[in-house]
């Protein structure tokens, strides 16, 4: 099984026709201040599995990790139902959105959500957190 | 932890069928509480498969006339086929070389 898309973004929904829209992707964020909280962040994540995987069960683990180890935060385990395809010969596909709220950012710079399944390293989405902007709030120069 | 939510849903006319899995849960790293809202789609084929088994030739032929209809009249200087093409080939290059 492997990733096909894995971003961050604003919201996501899959249609009834199976169609995944996503709006708003996104790689970085900028804290008012440290620590701060992510009110909401959505992560997308398409799989595809060919046909020796189907209707076989996979466990999708997702941590987050910043530029420090203490930073890690794991998300509970998803067990992922692989289907069959929905014509013979093709892969399987599944989506998976993940919407977060209140994820604590500690300290600026690299972080990532690291996707894990059979504890091996699927993709990783990245989210670079900027410093507070400082120059908000400065009168333009006349 | 929330409870698990299943849904289907059929869509006739693209053959797709959507498994939709949803469940919440709420972790606690330190003080923080992070709330993970989880959504997993699988598409399946749709029962729907019976209508593509009652497209009969028929139907298949009418479409094709729908179709090739608008082309006969513009298109009638195109060969039937390739092997038709071929052999006005040869003639000209034997009436070049005569």
Redesign the interface.
Known sequence: METTLAVAADNAN?S???K?NIIGVFQEFTAETFPS?VAQLTLVISWSAEPVEFNSQKEVRISFMGPDRDER????P?Q????????PGEP?????????????LLKPGPHAFYVMVGGETKTRIPLYVREPNRERGKEAPK | ?AEKLKAR?K?K????E???TH?E?T?T??K??????????????AGGATDREGFSREDFEGALDKASRPLKGRLAHVPYSSDDLIKDKRKEVELEDR
């Open positions: 899959v009834t026709d199976g995944l909280l935060i794991d998300l509970p998803i992922l139902a692989i289907p069959e395809a929905t014509r399987a596909i599944a989506y998976q959105i993940l919407t977060l709220q209140d994820l604590p | 932890m849903e869509q006319d693209t053959g797709v959507v498994e939709h469940s849960v972790i790293k330190g923080d509480e992070i709330h993970v809202d989880s959504h997993v789609f699988t598409l399946h084929e």
